[in-house]
């Protein structure tokens, strides 16, 4: 009777174990496939770092019962390296935080908690106290507060941002110690979503620095948020936000193509870089946690897991020097930074 629980347990086991290698496989192929053509690795790919976990259990599970079962988990996870190599930046260097020439940071404030969600009234001046001792040459700020334009005086360049469609605003801005030659706004269709772009002077180069905010699921990242709707219709709006990100991102690197100017992106992708967003907008360039970056490199608030979903890219006419990624509680995102030298060609 013991044997049959045992072998009936071990079945159960096996089958969640086949579930979810396939689930994690699946997620591999989300950067490779657009979701206007398959959604299912594009949600996938969001829990990404769970499935790695759970299958890295099992795995532990069936060595531990010296099983040969293990050999699923285990070639799922080996399979999964040569897909992805950003899940966990090792760095032993003592060379990852040289400071460049040139240093952006990127941050989605939240409107520096205009709704009071974090009860901290001091958050605006904290997250001036942090700018003033990273100093960073150029800060695109992603859900800016457009009341706050004008109390960043140490910057005297600035692009502010600001649409209102239909009850819903986005206000992007871009601060500046190098002059602004040039901008705009690159005006998303139907989202409350937008990216801007400017022209930076920089020795005696024009940079052009996007700063992109891609369509949000528009979901609280809590128990409550997550719990107010129901499985079907949380999984139908990912897949429209999904798709919109896609078309969005097709837009953008049409834009793109149309310069000839050096280019740096910033922003709140609102998606991993396991997707096939990341990969279309990241295509020809260099992102700065890759090359120096350290650990898992968060940017986002979620309890669950880390969430790497901030980016800064640069293309090959930059060598990145640095990149942090801080821990300070200022917002649902956390701020990034990154510095560059320009290449001597």
Known sequence: MKSASVFFLRTICFGLNILFSVALVLSY??????????????????FLPVLVVVNIGFLIVWVFVRSKKALVSFATLIIGLFFYDSFFQFRFSKDTNQQGELSIMSFNVRYFDKSKHFKNPNIFNDIKVLIDEEKPDIICFQE??????????????????YIFRKRRRTVQAVFSKYPIVSRGSLDFLDSGNNGIYTDVLFQNDTIRVYNLHFQSFRIEPTEKGLSNETSRKLYQRMGETFVKQEQQVLFVRKHMDKTSYSKIICGDFNNT??????????????????EKGKGFGRTFDFKYFPMRIDFILSDDKYVVKSHKNFDHKLSDHFPIMASFNLKNE
């Open 273 to 290: 870089q396991f997707s096939h967003v990341y990969r279309s907008i990241g295509q020809n360039m260099n992102d700065s946690f890759l």
């Open 144 to 161: 800016f507060n457009y009341k706050k334009r004008d109390d960043f005086n140490e910057y005297p360049h600035k692009y502010v941002n």
């Open 29 to 46: 192929f989300a950067s490779y496939i657009s979701a206007e053509v398959m959604i299912v690795p594009s949600f996938l790919a969001l």
